[in-house]
């Protein structure tokens, strides 16, 4: 994980954590990155200091006692706190769960067999019924040329621990 301290071009100053530094490039060529503030995905990294883990009884470094400069935008703290934010994607996350929970209480794991089984239905070779399962992303692009109709489950942070 890596942390970026960004800026947008209104000069609302937030933070936010990256799996990666191409993660983030990712994200921001793909205008997912915005301000909490202003929404404006006219975002980008503020400079910032590296954070250097140090051993016990070592003296700082030369980089951690530098003053670490301000942005070159104007800083206009947050209008709303961050916690807004936090309790809309606790809400948006136990929306999705609740989707989850739904589609998993009401359909049958057909797992590596999905495409398969989605086609047969879409061809009308068996009785359509609520499935689902696991397809590569090439799979699931071929069923969507096909005209079947397949989407993803959502999958939460909460899942992968």
């Not at 404006?40 to 590296?50: F, G, K, L, N, W």
């Not at 019924?129 to 096909?146: F, H, K, N, V, W």
Request: aromatic share 4%.
């Amino acid at each position: 994980m890596i942390h970026y301290n960004l800026c947008c071009k209104k000069g609302h100053a937030f933070e936010s954590w990256f799996q990666s530094s191409s993660a983030y490039e990712s994200q921001e060529k793909r205008k997912l990155v915005s301000c909490p503030v202003c929404g404006s995905t006219d975002v980008e990294r503020a400079i910032m200091a590296p954070r250097i883990a140090r051993k016990k009884g070592r003296e700082k470094t030369a980089s951690e006692s530098l003053p670490v400069p301000a942005p070159a935008a104007e800083v206009i703290p947050p209008s709303s706190p961050t916690p807004l934010l936090m309790a809309q994607e606790r809400e948006l996350r136990a929306k999705l769960k609740e989707l989850r929970d739904h589609i998993v209480s009401n359909a049958d794991n057909v797992g590596e067999r999905f495409p398969n089984e989605a086609r047969k239905m879409h061809y009308g070779d068996i009785e359509h019924r609520p499935i689902y399962g696991e397809a590569s992303p090439d799979e699931a692009r071929a069923l969507l040329e096909e005209g079947v109709e397949v989407m993803p489950l959502p999958t939460l942070p909460d899942d992968r621990n």
